[in-house]
């Protein structure tokens, strides 16, 4: 099968493109945003394919994946066609919760894919038919040594996202634990939030060097408010990782007992993150949990399966 799509979440497309098909990609001189081609920092397979605009007209394409609305228009006026849709989801609504309309609601022919079921309960996607395929991780391994007293934070521009992402929150976990914070748009973090800085440092990683750094830390703190379920979550616990998160969004079905301390109470947060430095061995226990839970859930195969279930049903 040739599948479309464009490269937009790549810890997401890492999962996807390890599948049997020929995933054929857009690329634009500029690698732009509609042409941003294969990732530089994730390993993909040669099955991912960079074709031009121009060209796309002259590919046989058997199923295209959108994941942003204006690539509707896109399909029509680069393809000429519209093969057979789906639209993938990765967020979250934002506005009038629980009230926002879906942007392929009422679209005929579209198949909507939610990467949780707590974002296909939020979104009104009116007669749209709508499934879930819950994430899936490229097993980074059991990688967690835990031998820095410090707690991991992973998330991509805190200062403009605010409360969204929980940046008002983590002078509370810098108090608990000196914290190391993970992401593109860190720089500048911790005087911006007013935290020393010796108990807040920003660190901006390709992905390779990403998963070895945090397993060094011996917790990952999840501060996120609202949003779809974050993979660098999902990853932490790949890797071994104690977690401690906010009872929000999914983050309650992906982080079951034994697995971590999920809950909204800021103070039980932060004993937890203490508790997690000061006991490595309690530390290590409860992430060989997190790690268990997240290969039962979050496996590649299961991910990959579910995938392959919907696009033959959706090519036929």
């Known amino acids: 099968m040739r599948i479309l799509l464009w490269h937009v979440h790549g810890s997401w497309t890492t999962a996807f493109v390890q599948g049997p098909h020929t995933y054929i990609l857009p690329v634009t001189p500029d690698r732009g945003p509609d042409g941003l081609g294969r990732a530089r920092t994730w390993d993909w397979p040669d099955s991912v394919v960079e074709v031009p605009p121009e060209r796309l007209r002259d590919e046989e394409i058997d199923v295209v994946v959108v994941q942003r609305p204006h690539e509707l228009a896109l399909v029509d006026r680069w393809l000429g066609r519209r093969p057979p849709l789906v639209y993938l989801e990765h967020n979250a609504p934002h506005g009038d919760v629980p009230d926002t309309r879906h942007p392929a609601a009422d679209i005929p022919g579209v198949t909507l894919v939610h990467v ?159 508790d997690f430095v000061a006991d490595p061995l309690h530390a290590r226990m409860v992430g060989e949990g997190a790690r268990a839970a997240a290969l039962a859930r979050y496996g590649l195969s299961r991910f990959l399966d579910d995938w392959e279930r919907l696009l033959k049903e959706v090519a036929r």
Not at 166 to 178: K, M, N, V, Y
């Open 116 to 274: 949780t079921h707590f974002n296909r309960l939020m979104w009104d996607a009116g007669p749209t038919p709508s499934t879930v395929i819950e994430h899936g991780i490229v097993d980074p391994g059991p990688l967690w040594t835990g031998e820095l007293e410090r707690a991991a934070v992973a998330v991509n521009e805190p200062l403009r996202r605010g409360r969204t992402t929980g940046t008002d929150l983590l002078p509370h976990f810098a108090e608990a634990a000196p914290l190391d914070v993970f992401g593109m748009g860190t720089e500048g973090l911790a005087g911006h939030l007013g935290i020393p800085a010796d108990r807040c440092r920003s660190h901006e990683l390709t992905q390779d060097e990403l998963h070895s750094a945090m397993a060094r830390r011996r917790v990952y703190v999840h501060p996120v408010r609202w949003t779809s379920l974050g993979l660098s979550l999902l990853e932490a616990m790949h890797l071994g990782m104690p977690v401690v998160a906010l009872a929000t969004t999914e983050v309650t079905e992906a982080v079951p007992p034994g697995a971590g301390v999920v809950s909204n109470r800021i103070d039980e947060l932060t004993r937890a993150v203490r």
